[in-house]
Protein backbone atom coordinates (compact mmCIF):
# COMPACT_ATOMS: atom_id res chain seq x y z
CA UNK A 1 0.00 0.00 0.00
CA UNK A 2 2.98 2.19 0.85
CA UNK A 3 4.42 1.72 -2.21
CA UNK A 4 1.27 2.22 -4.30
CA UNK A 5 0.66 5.66 -2.37
CA UNK A 6 4.36 6.67 -2.93
CA UNK A 7 4.68 5.60 -6.56
CA UNK A 8 1.41 7.55 -7.14
CA UNK A 9 2.77 10.97 -5.53
CA UNK A 10 5.97 11.02 -7.33
CA UNK A 11 4.01 11.05 -10.41
CA UNK A 12 1.54 13.69 -9.06
CA UNK A 13 2.28 17.43 -10.93
CA UNK A 14 -1.14 19.20 -9.60
CA UNK A 15 -1.86 20.38 -6.07
CA UNK A 16 -5.18 18.90 -7.00
CA UNK A 17 -3.97 15.21 -7.91
CA UNK A 18 -1.79 15.23 -4.40
CA UNK A 19 -5.11 16.19 -2.52
CA UNK A 20 -7.16 13.62 -4.18
CA UNK A 21 -4.14 10.84 -3.32
CA UNK A 22 -4.45 12.52 0.43
CA UNK A 23 -8.17 11.67 0.53
CA UNK A 24 -7.97 8.04 -0.90
CA UNK A 25 -5.22 7.03 1.37
CA UNK A 26 -5.60 8.88 4.72
CA UNK A 27 -9.00 10.15 4.39
CA UNK A 28 -11.78 9.14 6.23
CA UNK A 29 -12.76 6.26 4.07
CA UNK A 30 -9.22 5.36 3.19
CA UNK A 31 -7.34 1.78 3.85
CA UNK A 32 -5.21 2.90 6.89
CA UNK A 33 -8.51 4.60 8.33
CA UNK A 34 -9.66 1.49 8.19
CA UNK A 35 -7.14 -0.26 9.43
CA UNK A 36 -7.00 1.74 12.74
CA UNK A 37 -10.84 1.18 12.74
CA UNK A 38 -10.52 -2.70 13.21
CA UNK A 39 -8.20 -2.78 15.97
CA UNK A 40 -10.46 -3.41 18.43
CA UNK A 41 -10.88 -6.45 17.23
CA UNK A 42 -7.46 -7.48 17.32
CA UNK A 43 -5.56 -9.53 19.84
CA UNK A 44 -3.63 -7.70 22.63
CA UNK A 45 -0.34 -8.75 20.83
CA UNK A 46 -1.76 -8.36 17.44
CA UNK A 47 -2.60 -4.85 18.45
CA UNK A 48 0.73 -2.93 18.87
CA UNK A 49 2.21 -4.70 15.53
CA UNK A 50 -0.63 -3.67 13.61
CA UNK A 51 -1.12 -0.03 15.27
CA UNK A 52 2.63 0.91 14.49
CA UNK A 53 2.77 -0.62 10.76
CA UNK A 54 -0.07 1.91 10.26
CA UNK A 55 1.43 4.67 12.00
CA UNK A 56 4.26 4.27 9.95
CA UNK A 57 2.75 3.67 6.94
CA UNK A 58 0.48 6.86 7.32
CA UNK A 59 3.55 9.13 8.43
CA UNK A 60 5.66 8.23 5.24
CA UNK A 61 2.75 8.78 2.89
CA UNK A 62 2.27 12.28 4.69
CA UNK A 63 5.73 12.82 4.70
CA UNK A 64 5.84 12.39 1.16
CA UNK A 65 2.68 14.25 0.33
CA UNK A 66 3.85 17.16 2.14
CA UNK A 67 7.50 18.01 0.76
CA UNK A 68 5.56 17.01 -2.65
CA UNK A 69 3.26 19.87 -2.03
CA UNK A 70 5.56 22.33 -1.04
CA UNK A 71 7.49 21.17 -4.11
CA UNK A 72 4.57 21.63 -6.50
CA UNK A 73 3.61 25.38 -4.84
CA UNK A 74 6.59 26.37 -5.62
CA UNK A 75 7.48 25.63 -8.77
CA UNK A 76 4.31 26.93 -9.97
CA UNK A 77 5.11 30.33 -7.73
CA UNK A 78 8.48 30.17 -10.10
CA UNK A 79 6.41 29.76 -13.53
CA UNK A 80 3.99 32.75 -12.05
CA UNK A 81 7.45 35.28 -11.84
CA UNK A 82 9.09 33.81 -14.79
CA UNK A 83 5.95 34.92 -16.58
CA UNK A 84 5.44 38.55 -14.68
CA UNK A 85 9.29 39.16 -14.88
CA UNK A 86 9.82 42.97 -15.36
CA UNK A 87 12.59 43.63 -17.79
CA UNK A 88 13.87 46.70 -16.33
CA UNK A 89 16.25 47.24 -19.41
CA UNK A 90 13.02 48.19 -21.67
CA UNK A 91 12.50 51.51 -22.74
CA UNK A 92 9.60 53.39 -20.66
CA UNK A 93 6.81 54.48 -22.24
CA UNK A 94 6.30 58.56 -22.62
CA UNK A 95 3.78 60.14 -20.35
CA UNK A 96 1.68 62.58 -22.26
CA UNK A 97 2.81 66.40 -20.68
CA UNK A 98 0.36 68.98 -20.85
CA UNK A 99 0.99 72.64 -20.92
CA UNK A 100 0.15 75.79 -20.36
CA UNK A 101 -2.95 77.26 -22.39
CA UNK A 102 -2.24 80.44 -24.57
CA UNK A 103 -4.35 82.69 -22.47
CA UNK A 104 -3.23 81.11 -19.12
CA UNK A 105 0.25 82.47 -19.88
CA UNK A 106 -1.27 85.95 -21.11
CA UNK A 107 -2.92 86.47 -18.34
CA UNK A 108 -0.27 85.65 -16.33
CA UNK A 109 2.10 87.51 -18.14
CA UNK A 110 -0.66 90.45 -17.49
CA UNK A 111 -1.04 90.00 -13.97
CA UNK A 112 3.00 89.81 -13.47
CA UNK A 113 3.57 92.96 -15.66
CA UNK A 114 0.83 95.27 -13.18
CA UNK A 115 1.80 93.74 -9.88
CA UNK A 116 5.36 95.06 -10.68
CA UNK A 117 4.11 98.19 -10.88
CA UNK A 118 2.52 97.97 -7.71
CA UNK A 119 -1.37 96.98 -8.84
CA UNK A 120 -3.28 94.45 -6.89
CA UNK A 121 -5.67 91.60 -8.19
CA UNK A 122 -9.14 91.59 -7.44
CA UNK A 123 -11.94 89.26 -8.59
CA UNK A 124 -15.36 89.73 -9.01
CA UNK A 125 -18.90 87.28 -9.58
CA UNK A 126 -19.49 86.23 -13.56
CA UNK A 127 -23.13 86.34 -12.33
CA UNK A 128 -23.31 90.09 -11.96
CA UNK A 129 -26.07 92.30 -10.61
CA UNK A 130 -27.20 94.75 -13.01
CA UNK A 131 -25.89 97.66 -11.09
CA UNK A 132 -22.69 96.87 -10.98
CA UNK A 133 -22.36 96.06 -14.59
CA UNK A 134 -24.33 98.80 -15.99
CA UNK A 135 -26.20 101.20 -13.36
CA UNK A 136 -23.16 101.55 -11.13
CA UNK A 137 -21.21 102.59 -14.19
CA UNK A 138 -23.48 105.75 -15.28
CA UNK A 139 -25.57 103.41 -17.72
CA UNK A 140 -28.87 103.47 -15.88
CA UNK A 141 -31.57 101.36 -17.53
CA UNK A 142 -32.78 102.06 -21.01
CA UNK A 143 -29.21 104.28 -21.24
CA UNK A 144 -29.00 103.65 -25.80
CA UNK A 145 -25.19 103.02 -24.79
CA UNK A 146 -26.12 99.45 -23.18
CA UNK A 147 -26.42 98.23 -26.36
CA UNK A 148 -22.43 98.68 -27.02
CA UNK A 149 -22.66 95.09 -25.06
CA UNK A 150 -25.02 92.73 -25.81
CA UNK A 151 -26.19 90.86 -22.69
CA UNK A 152 -27.29 87.73 -21.55
CA UNK A 153 -30.23 88.53 -18.92
CA UNK A 154 -30.87 86.07 -16.78
CA UNK A 155 -33.56 87.73 -14.63
CA UNK A 156 -34.06 91.44 -14.72
CA UNK A 157 -31.72 92.38 -12.32
CA UNK A 158 -29.10 89.50 -13.00
CA UNK A 159 -26.88 89.21 -15.85
CA UNK A 160 -23.78 87.77 -16.89
CA UNK A 161 -21.22 90.34 -16.61
CA UNK A 162 -20.34 91.65 -20.20
CA UNK A 163 -16.92 93.74 -19.21
CA UNK A 164 -14.97 93.13 -15.98
CA UNK A 165 -15.84 96.98 -15.14
CA UNK A 166 -18.21 95.76 -12.96
CA UNK A 167 -15.44 94.88 -10.45
CA UNK A 168 -13.85 98.44 -10.51
CA UNK A 169 -17.72 99.58 -9.54
CA UNK A 170 -17.30 97.21 -6.83
CA UNK A 171 -14.45 97.81 -5.68
CA UNK A 172 -14.68 102.00 -5.51
CA UNK A 173 -18.17 100.75 -3.25
CA UNK A 174 -15.98 99.38 -0.83
CA UNK A 175 -13.07 101.31 -0.61
CA UNK A 176 -14.73 104.12 -0.37
CA UNK A 177 -12.87 107.45 -0.14
CA UNK A 178 -9.51 105.35 -0.60
CA UNK A 179 -6.94 105.19 -2.99
CA UNK A 180 -7.26 102.07 -5.74
CA UNK A 181 -4.73 100.52 -7.55
CA UNK A 182 -6.29 97.05 -9.36
CA UNK A 183 -6.30 94.75 -12.11
CA UNK A 184 -9.18 92.64 -12.37
CA UNK A 185 -8.64 89.44 -14.85
CA UNK A 186 -11.81 87.17 -15.27
CA UNK A 187 -14.47 85.63 -17.91
CA UNK A 188 -16.79 88.24 -19.28
CA UNK A 189 -19.93 87.23 -21.98
CA UNK A 190 -21.92 89.01 -24.44
CA UNK A 191 -24.26 87.94 -27.09
CA UNK A 192 -21.77 88.67 -29.93
CA UNK A 193 -21.63 86.44 -33.23
CA UNK A 194 -18.53 84.33 -33.27
CA UNK A 195 -15.97 85.23 -35.84
CA UNK A 196 -12.12 85.60 -35.81
CA UNK A 197 -12.23 88.48 -33.70
CA UNK A 198 -15.30 87.78 -31.63
CA UNK A 199 -16.33 85.24 -29.64
CA UNK A 200 -19.79 85.07 -26.75
CA UNK A 201 -17.34 84.50 -23.80
CA UNK A 202 -13.89 86.18 -23.58
CA UNK A 203 -11.54 87.71 -21.37
CA UNK A 204 -10.83 90.90 -19.96
CA UNK A 205 -8.63 92.64 -17.47
CA UNK A 206 -10.01 95.66 -15.70
CA UNK A 207 -7.37 98.25 -14.40
CA UNK A 208 -8.35 100.73 -12.02
CA UNK A 209 -6.14 103.73 -10.61
CA UNK A 210 -7.81 106.46 -8.29
CA UNK A 211 -5.91 108.81 -6.68
CA UNK A 212 -6.46 112.09 -4.25
CA UNK A 213 -5.99 115.07 -6.14
CA UNK A 214 -2.21 116.70 -6.00
CA UNK A 215 -0.32 119.02 -7.73
CA UNK A 216 1.12 115.87 -9.57
CA UNK A 217 -2.32 115.14 -10.58
CA UNK A 218 -2.73 111.85 -12.47
CA UNK A 219 -4.31 112.11 -16.10
CA UNK A 220 -4.22 110.44 -19.34
CA UNK A 221 -0.33 110.48 -20.32
CA UNK A 222 -0.03 108.63 -16.90
CA UNK A 223 -2.88 106.01 -18.56
CA UNK A 224 -0.82 106.09 -21.81
CA UNK A 225 2.10 105.93 -20.50
CA UNK A 226 1.34 102.70 -18.61
CA UNK A 227 -0.32 101.25 -21.73
CA UNK A 228 2.62 102.12 -23.50
CA UNK A 229 5.20 99.98 -21.35
CA UNK A 230 2.45 97.41 -21.23
CA UNK A 231 2.15 96.93 -24.94
CA UNK A 232 6.10 96.95 -25.35
CA UNK A 233 6.49 94.21 -22.46
CA UNK A 234 3.81 91.81 -24.53
CA UNK A 235 5.00 92.42 -27.53
CA UNK A 236 8.57 93.66 -27.77
CA UNK A 237 10.16 97.24 -28.01
CA UNK A 238 8.81 98.17 -31.47
CA UNK A 239 5.17 97.73 -31.06
CA UNK A 240 3.36 100.74 -31.20
CA UNK A 241 0.05 102.11 -29.49
CA UNK A 242 -2.36 104.87 -31.17
CA UNK A 243 -4.88 106.32 -28.87
CA UNK A 244 -8.95 106.74 -30.86
CA UNK A 245 -11.58 109.04 -29.66
CA UNK A 246 -13.80 106.97 -28.28
CA UNK A 247 -17.27 106.88 -25.73
CA UNK A 248 -17.94 104.91 -22.28
CA UNK A 249 -20.33 106.10 -20.40
CA UNK A 250 -18.30 105.25 -16.93
CA UNK A 251 -15.18 107.23 -19.04
CA UNK A 252 -14.36 111.41 -19.84
CA UNK A 253 -12.92 111.61 -21.88
CA UNK A 254 -12.71 107.88 -23.63
CA UNK A 255 -10.49 106.37 -25.87
CA UNK A 256 -9.74 103.04 -27.51
CA UNK A 257 -6.36 101.98 -28.32
CA UNK A 258 -4.78 100.11 -31.06
CA UNK A 259 -1.09 98.40 -31.42
CA UNK A 260 0.47 97.70 -34.55
CA UNK A 261 0.10 94.72 -36.14
CA UNK A 262 3.18 92.45 -35.26
CA UNK A 263 2.22 89.71 -38.12
CA UNK A 264 1.37 91.41 -41.19
CA UNK A 265 2.96 95.37 -40.23
CA UNK A 266 0.32 96.59 -42.13
CA UNK A 267 -0.15 94.54 -45.51
CA UNK A 268 -2.92 92.65 -44.90
CA UNK A 269 -4.00 90.29 -42.56
CA UNK A 270 -6.40 88.22 -40.55
CA UNK A 271 -6.45 89.54 -37.27
CA UNK A 272 -6.02 93.49 -38.24
CA UNK A 273 -7.59 93.15 -41.51
CA UNK A 274 -5.08 94.89 -43.61
CA UNK A 275 -5.08 97.83 -41.11
CA UNK A 276 -1.71 97.62 -39.67
CA UNK A 277 -3.44 98.10 -36.13
CA UNK A 278 -5.62 96.39 -33.95
CA UNK A 279 -7.74 97.68 -31.20
CA UNK A 280 -6.71 95.83 -28.08
CA UNK A 281 -8.34 97.96 -24.87
CA UNK A 282 -10.80 100.78 -24.19
CA UNK A 283 -9.96 103.61 -21.60
CA UNK A 284 -10.11 106.57 -20.16
CA UNK A 285 -10.49 109.00 -17.12
CA UNK A 286 -12.99 107.64 -14.49
CA UNK A 287 -16.52 110.21 -15.03
CA UNK A 288 -17.39 112.09 -12.06
CA UNK A 289 -20.80 110.24 -11.95
CA UNK A 290 -18.99 107.14 -11.59
CA UNK A 291 -16.50 108.54 -8.46
CA UNK A 292 -19.70 110.19 -6.90
CA UNK A 293 -22.27 106.92 -7.04
CA UNK A 294 -19.47 105.17 -5.60
CA UNK A 295 -19.09 107.79 -2.54
CA UNK A 296 -15.75 109.36 -4.20
CA UNK A 297 -16.02 113.28 -3.75
CA UNK A 298 -14.98 114.31 -7.23
CA UNK A 299 -12.94 117.32 -6.64
CA UNK A 300 -11.27 115.56 -4.74
CA UNK A 301 -10.67 112.55 -6.24
CA UNK A 302 -9.82 111.36 -9.98
CA UNK A 303 -8.59 108.30 -11.62
CA UNK A 304 -8.14 106.25 -15.18
CA UNK A 305 -9.25 102.79 -16.19
CA UNK A 306 -9.11 100.57 -18.46
CA UNK A 307 -10.03 97.31 -20.23
CA UNK A 308 -7.65 95.34 -21.57
CA UNK A 309 -9.04 92.31 -24.08
CA UNK A 310 -7.03 89.15 -23.12
CA UNK A 311 -7.81 86.75 -26.71
CA UNK A 312 -6.54 89.68 -28.70
CA UNK A 313 -3.59 90.32 -27.00
CA UNK A 314 -2.49 86.59 -27.32
CA UNK A 315 -3.50 86.68 -30.48
CA UNK A 316 -0.73 89.07 -31.60
CA UNK A 317 1.48 87.87 -29.08
CA UNK A 318 1.59 84.50 -30.73
CA UNK A 319 0.25 85.40 -34.23
CA UNK A 320 -3.05 83.41 -33.69
CA UNK A 321 -5.14 83.98 -36.65
CA UNK A 322 -8.78 83.15 -34.85
CA UNK A 323 -10.23 83.70 -31.51
CA UNK A 324 -11.92 80.32 -32.25
CA UNK A 325 -8.55 78.55 -31.58
CA UNK A 326 -8.14 79.50 -27.96
CA UNK A 327 -11.31 77.37 -27.74
CA UNK A 328 -11.88 74.30 -29.71
CA UNK A 329 -8.88 72.53 -27.65
CA UNK A 330 -7.06 71.22 -30.61
CA UNK A 331 -4.41 69.44 -29.30
CA UNK A 332 -2.52 69.92 -32.43
CA UNK A 333 -2.95 74.18 -31.91
CA UNK A 334 -2.46 73.83 -27.86
CA UNK A 335 0.81 71.71 -28.38
CA UNK A 336 2.39 74.55 -30.80
CA UNK A 337 3.06 76.36 -27.14
CA UNK A 338 4.42 74.22 -24.80
CA UNK A 339 7.59 76.67 -24.84
CA UNK A 340 5.07 79.01 -22.21
C1 LIG B 1 -15.25 97.55 -22.49
O1 LIG B 1 -15.65 96.42 -22.26
C2 LIG B 1 -15.00 98.55 -21.42
N1 LIG B 1 -15.48 98.04 -20.17
C3 LIG B 1 -13.50 98.81 -21.36
C4 LIG B 1 -13.16 99.98 -20.49
C5 LIG B 1 -12.77 99.76 -19.20
C6 LIG B 1 -13.27 101.28 -20.98
C7 LIG B 1 -12.46 100.82 -18.36
C8 LIG B 1 -12.96 102.37 -20.18
C9 LIG B 1 -12.56 102.10 -18.87
P1 LIG B 1 -15.04 97.16 -25.07
O2 LIG B 1 -16.44 96.71 -25.29
O3 LIG B 1 -14.46 97.99 -26.15
O4 LIG B 1 -14.91 97.98 -23.73
O5 LIG B 1 -14.13 95.88 -24.83
C10 LIG B 1 -12.79 95.99 -24.41
C11 LIG B 1 -11.91 95.02 -25.15
O6 LIG B 1 -12.43 93.70 -25.04
C12 LIG B 1 -11.87 95.28 -26.64
O7 LIG B 1 -10.87 96.23 -26.93
C13 LIG B 1 -11.49 93.93 -27.19
O8 LIG B 1 -10.09 93.72 -27.08
C14 LIG B 1 -12.18 92.99 -26.23
N2 LIG B 1 -13.45 92.49 -26.78
C15 LIG B 1 -14.64 93.12 -26.86
N3 LIG B 1 -15.57 92.33 -27.39
C16 LIG B 1 -14.98 91.13 -27.64
C17 LIG B 1 -15.41 89.87 -28.16
N4 LIG B 1 -16.68 89.65 -28.49
N5 LIG B 1 -14.51 88.87 -28.28
C18 LIG B 1 -13.24 89.09 -27.90
N6 LIG B 1 -12.75 90.21 -27.39
C19 LIG B 1 -13.61 91.24 -27.26
Known sequence: LQQEALGKIEVANELKMLNDI???????????????????????????????????????????????MADVERAAIEKKLEAEAIDVTLPGRPVAVGNHHPLTAVVEKIEDFFLGLGFEIVEGPEVEKDYYNFEALNLPKGHPARDMQDTFYITEDMLLRTHT???????????KGKPIKIICPGKVYRRDDDDATHSHQFMQTEGLVIEEITDENIGMSNLKGILDAFAKEMFGEDREIRLRPSFFPFTEPSVEIDTSCMKCGGCGCNICKGTGWIEILGAGMVHPNVLEMAGYDPKKYRGYAFGIGQERIAMLAYGVDDIRHFYTNDVRFLQQFKQL
Do not use: C, D
Not at 167 to 174: D, I, K, P, W, Y
Open 22 to 68: RVEYLGKKGPITEVLKGMGKLSAEERPLIGAIANEVRGAIQEKLETK
Open 165 to 175: SSVQARTMELE
